[in-house]
């Protein structure tokens, strides 16, 4: 993902804003695969994971 990230912005049409007009770090997609790790986890508690413990709950609108 890291090494093709402008490849595949474009290939699903994702107009991605960049941070501070840099392309995605390591650092970057690690921490956007936890959130989503973290949200997917409160969302749909009947998948399976490996991880169960979520430091603070998530509250979002419908």
Do not use: V, W
Request: a positive charge; one cysteine or more.
């Amino acid at each position: 993902m890291y090494e093709h990230q402008d490849e595949e912005f474009k290939r699903l049409h994702l107009d991605f804003k960049r941070i501070g007009n840099r392309p995605l770090q390591l650092i970057d997609c690690q921490n956007i695969f936890c959130e989503l790790d973290k949200y997917c986890r409160q969302a749909m508690p009947e998948l399976k994971s490996n991880r169960t413990k979520i430091k603070f709950i998530i509250y979002y609108l419908l």
